[in-house]
């Protein structure tokens, strides 16, 4: 069972294989905040464990990830989970798909990176 001080840790899941997104998500990523990047829920060794994460970011056109899409359902249907999760990229039939299966917000990757240091801001409560 965690403890508060795990509850409280600041961290966020990047769902991503690409190394340059990596990178640049790690240069806009402050101090004391951690990063879990993963290409699928199985890294997780329990759901509730995608909890203690304050928010996904989603790169939807990450040929590792199967099925984002589904990621997203399994998320929010299975596990009813309600983790912010932001998307990158992907097409716009793509994104139509995400947003139904309740993604929460969409952006081109370059928006999105300029976005984080905002999240990181409204996320570090």
Request: a negative charge; aromatic letters at 10%; charged letters at 35%.
């Amino acid at each position: 069972m965690p403890s508060i001080d795990d509850r409280m840790r600041k961290r966020f899941i990047l769902m991503n294989s690409d190394l340059a997104l990596r990178q640049a998500v790690e240069s806009s990523t402050p101090e004391k905040w951690e990063m879990t990047e993963a290409t699928d829920l199985d890294a997780f060794d329990e759901w509730q464990e995608i909890l203690l994460h304050r928010f996904m970011l989603l790169n939807l056109e990450d040929p590792q990830i199967s099925d984002p899409v589904e990621l997203i359902d399994m998320i929010r249907r299975e596990h009813q989970l309600n983790i912010p999760i932001f998307c990158l990229g992907g097409s716009r039939e793509l994104r139509d798909q995400a947003r139904s299966a309740r993604a929460d917000r969409f952006f081109d990757r370059e928006e999105g990176l300029q976005r984080l240091p905002e999240f990181f801001q409204q996320f570090a409560w």
